[in-house]
């Protein structure tokens, strides 16, 4: 029984023995930083001069994502079967699944080895959690994470491939896995369409024909075969780690099934260009703006009409005034009168870790929510929502310096005062000069109506704006995170009378309804967002 790892890693010194045996199975501990928020995991000094490339993995739980992050790593390092020896980077992926919550995004970087195996070094970026039992508010955190990392000065700039890591043994793809791609691939820009690819685990050689039709029918944009318009996969069956005094020729015809298909992922690493993330920052920001913008847009329009309904409330007011109005006489009358609160929210903050959850991102001026929750910025300056140094979201597009990231957020509500005529003049009229007749009241206050609604107008073409700007820039532009919107979208262009506007949104909206991955994914986020009701209300 082999006791002892063959001296061609005794340079390695960052290891611990952690099951002895044929083979010796070693935990690697490389050094560990955190990088704003997230977690980066070092092997080796990094050597500027040479090449490196990167891959982004994502999967559900049980794939076997922990278990082929490991065999990369082995590969890279030049371990073959005869070595009799396997290295972990990754602990096994049920238990790195239940401690990764925290920490949502792990860079591991593999150094000091090109010319082993591979003629560069190695970057796995893995996202665990994507669709777990922490529900969608965790997911969109795991988004902002890994827009975290692209754009950051010490992040990562660029991609070669994404990996969807998926068994063997999958004949559809169920409505979580359609969910978790839907969420991935929805985050990217159209230049990384042909870097993204299925790595396939637990397979035993053969072409995994249910799982690639399964590909095709959830209409997922990745690289294609020239010849065969297939999309493009890698096979591997990973258990490398396991005893090999047992079943060793079927556990060494897994090697060569596994080394097969990382020699021929890693020749497409090689040969395929790498593609730089600014399209896919780009695709991100903007979908937070739409987002953000949507919501304010609901609270606008809220608060637009509330205002609306309590000028037409002050408009028969004022009628029943209209005698004494005529002869300049003053009187006090009931009215509704729209106002904003400061509501709490929620907001915490883990400063071990670089973590900051919830907290709104409001204007003092506008008095707006620019951004609710705003998972990702300590301070206004770091959100999603500001470009350059002002707001693309609150009316004004005011300053940074006019925000504040709060505990609270603005909240509208209505109630009823005591009003003469003089107030009201001098609320509606802006402060025009003069007694006036009436009737130039009345005007005034229909004109303040009419003002409004040109107000909603202007939000409702703003948010289309987002929408139009995603199909120019994303990969994926018809995905849950811009269907979620298009309802209360198409809702109030109809009102509007845009018939235009409201053909293009409905015919974007019966593209997702007729596709089957969007339905899955919107059928499994259903069921996470009513899970979490009942347990709320438990």
Not at 11 to 34: A, D, M
Not at 215 to 220: K, S
Not at 301 to 328: D, M, W
Not at 451 to 459: A, F, G, S, T, Y
Request: hydrophobic content about 35%; proline content about 2%; some cysteine.
């Amino acid at each position: 029984m082999a006791t002892k790892v063959s001296s061609k890693y005794d340079h390695i010194t960052c290891k611990v023995l952690i099951q002895p045996g044929s083979p010796n199975v070693y935990r690697l501990k490389p050094k560990k930083e955190n990088i704003g928020t997230l977690t980066r995991m070092t092997l080796g000094e990094k050597d500027p001069s040479k090449l490196k490339k990167t891959i982004l993995l994502v999967g559900a739980t049980g794939a076997g994502k922990s278990t082929l992050i490991n065999a990369l790593v082995n590969y890279t390092m030049g371990v073959k079967w005869k070595d009799d020896v396997w290295f972990q980077i990754v602990e096994d992926e049920e238990k790195s699944q239940s401690e990764s919550q925290t920490t949502d995004v792990i860079v591991y970087e593999i150094f000091g080895f090109e010319g082993q195996t591979l003629p560069y070094s190695l970057t796995i970026i893995d996202t665990p959690g994507y669709g777990d039992t922490r529900g969608t508010d965790h997911d969109d955190i795991i988004s902002e994470r890994l827009l975290d990392l692209f754009r950051s000065n010490d992040g990562v700039h660029e991609i070669d491939a994404v990996g969807l890591v998926m068994k063997a043994s999958v004949n559809r793809l169920d409505d979580r896995l359609r969910y978790i791609f839907d969420s991935v691939v929805s985050l990217f820009g159209k230049n990384m369409e042909k870097n993204i690819v299925a790595l396939i685990t637990h397979s035993n050689g053969r072409t995994p024909k249910n799982v690639l039709k399964a590909i095709e029918t959830a209409e997922i944009r990745c690289a294609k075969d020239e010849k065969n318009h297939q999309p493009v996969h890698f096979l591997f069956d990973n258990c490398q780690h396991e005893d090999r005094t047992e079943e060793t020729e079927a556990l060494q015809q897994a090697d060569k099934t596994t080394m097969k298909g990382l020699s021929q992922f890693t020749n497409f690493l090689e040969k395929t260009e790498s593609q730089k993330l600014k399209e896919t920052v780009n695709v991100l920001n903007e979908r937070k703006r739409l987002a953000a913008c949507m919501n304010n847009l609901q609270e606008r329009i809220e608060f637009i009409e509330k205002k609306q309904s309590a000028i037409q409330q002050n408009q028969e007011a004022l009628k029943k005034y209209e005698q004494e109005v005529k002869n300049n006489k003053e009187f006090t009358a009931e009215v509704e009168e729209v106002y904003k609160v400061k509501e709490p929210v929620s907001e915490w903050r883990w400063w071990a870790f670089g973590l900051n959850y919830g907290g709104a991102v409001c204007c003092t001026v506008c008095k707006e929510n620019c951004h609710y929750p705003c998972t990702l910025a300590w301070y206004p300056e770091h959100c999603e929502v500001m470009k350059g140094k002002y707001c693309t979201v609150c009316t004004g597009k005011c300053p940074v310096s006019a925000h504040v990231k709060e505990t609270w957020k603005y909240e509208s509500k209505t109630r009823t005062v005591q009003m003469t005529k003089q107030d009201m003049k001098e609320k509606y009229e802006k402060g025009k000069a003069g007694c006036e007749k009436s009737t130039s009241l009345l005007e005034t206050l229909q004109q303040n109506i009419e003002e409004l609604e040109k107000e909603k107008d202007q939000w409702l073409e703003e948010a289309f704006q987002h929408v139009e700007s995603l199909e120019h820039l994303a990969l994926k532009v018809n995905s849950l995170s811009t269907l979620v919107h298009l309802d209360f979208l198409i809702e109030k262009m109809k009102e509007k009378g845009d018939t235009e506007k409201v053909t293009r949104l409905e015919k974007m909206k019966g593209q997702m309804d007729e596709n089957e991955g969007i339905k899955g994914a919107v059928s499994y986020r259903f069921g996470r967002l009513t899970a979490a009701v009942k347990a709320a209300v438990k």
